[in-house]
């Protein structure tokens, strides 16, 4: 069974970066999308940014510029670099790990940029 646990997010000012780092253990797998996403209140959960472990990337357009998204595919870790935060990159940042028949999410770690 596949778990997921997240870190890294946390109260930046507007300008700022911060680094999400998730894990996934407990997978077979050698080929699976990772990525993240993030859920503000009152808003659907929306795709940030995945990677898959072929290393082909994709992009929200609202972070493009700013996000980076990469893994390491021996850990089976993700990472997102996210920097020139706005306020409306505040949510909760969820980790997502797919394979075919297999959709897993992780905890959530809150993301807060103030203004």
């Known amino acids: 069974q596949v778990h997921l646990v997240e870190s890294g997010g946390g109260l930046v000012q507007a300008g700022g970066s911060l680094r999400l780092s998730c894990a996934a253990s407990g997978s077979p797998f050698t080929l699976y999308r990772m990525g993240w996403y993030r859920q503000a209140p009152g808003n659907e959960r929306e795709l940030v940014a995945d990677i898959t472990s072929g290393g082909s990337t994709n992009y929200a357009n609202s972070v493009k510029g700013r996000f980076s998204i990469s893994g390491d595919n021996a850990k089976k870790m993700v990472y997102l670099q996210m920097n020139s935060l706005k306020s409306e990159d505040t949510g909760v940042y969820y980790c997502?790990?797919?394979?075919?028949?297999?959709?897993?999410w992780g905890q959530g770690t809150q993301v807060t940029v103030s203004s």
């Open positions: 997502n790990f797919q394979v075919i028949g297999l959709n897993v």
